[in-house]
């Protein structure tokens, strides 16, 4: 059945306005809350970077090595290394080269706007039980937890120890 046309109504009624303008900021407001939450947590990760993180290959049919990386605390906080775990380890030491009654709490801390250096014979992760054999280039993924709850996930690259640099 076909209606006539003049049955039909257009309606003219104004479009509120406020609603959709009200609308528009609510979305935006949450859009930018939900970015700066993001920009929070982005910042929280990036406030500590590790970098030239690697691994000795152990020699022969040994399951114990030495991991060296840096730590750079860019936030505006001490912060401590709390441990560092694994799944591809049994135990991690951490091993001071020198401790002292006087830096015995401050070893392993992460000063503000400062660098953690883990090197040979100095400051390093001693490595227990490796549940698989390293050979030169493998990777080994760790992961360093921090006093503030912070978890930094890394990948050390395996490699020999005789592999050092060597400047004439």
Known sequence: MKLPSNSIKQSHKPIKLRNKVGGWIFGFVC??????????????????????AYVYVPLGKSQETEAFFTLQNNSASALNIVKVTSPQVKTIEFLPAKTTRENVADVWQLRAGQRLVLQPKQQYLRLKGLKNSLT??????????????????????????FDQRHDH
């Open 136 to 161: 030169t280039g493998d990777e080994l993924q760790l992961e360093i937890s921090l006093s503030n709850g912070q978890r930094i996930p890394l990948i050390a690259r395996a490699k020999s120890a």
């Open 31 to 52: 859009m930018f809350l939900q970015s700066s939450f993001v920009e929070a947590q982005v910042f929280n990760v990036l406030s500590v970077k590790v970098f030239d």
